[in-house]
Nanobody, 123 residues
Framework: QVQLVESGGGLVQPGTSLRLSCATSRWTLDRYAIGWFRQAPGKGREAVSSISTHDGPAYEDSLKGRFTISLDNAKNTVYLQMDNLKPDDTANYYC?????????????????WGQGTQVTVSS
């Protein structure tokens, strides 16, 4: 069974940085691409980034340059580094797993989802 545990969310001021973590297993990383998505209140789920052990990273165009995804094979963890945060980045952030090792940004291709971690950017 795929398990995904997000952490690292919080309340931060605009212009600062935050790093989210998605802890999973070696078994999962050997078979699934991992993606980050976000959902703000009243809005649909939005792709952020994706990576696998054999592909990626892939980014939503509007977030390139501020967000960086990385995969630590030793810790079986995927990170999302978010820099120069803006109030519009406020959302619940989810990591998810999609079968296969092609990095992808389409939410419907993801079968497994974590519980999410809240990020609030406010002064």
């Amino acid at each position: 069974q795929v398990q995904l545990v997000e952490s690292g969310g919080g309340l931060v001021q605009p212009g600062t940085s935050l790093r989210l973590s998605c802890a999973t297993s070696r078994w999962t990383l050997d078979r699934y691409a991992i993606g980050w998505f976000r959902q703000a209140p009243g809005k649909g789920r939005e792709a952020v980034s994706s990576i696998s052990t054999h592909d990626g990273p892939a980014y939503e165009d509007s977030l390139k340059g501020r967000f960086t995804i990385s995969l630590d094979n030793a810790k079986n963890t995927v990170y999302l580094q978010m820099d120069n945060l803006k109030p519009d980045d406020t959302a619940n952030y989810y990591c998810a797993a999609s079968p296969g090792l092609t990095a992808k940004l389409t939410p419907s291709t993801y079968d497994w989802w974590g519980q999410g971690t809240q990020v609030t950017v406010s002064s």
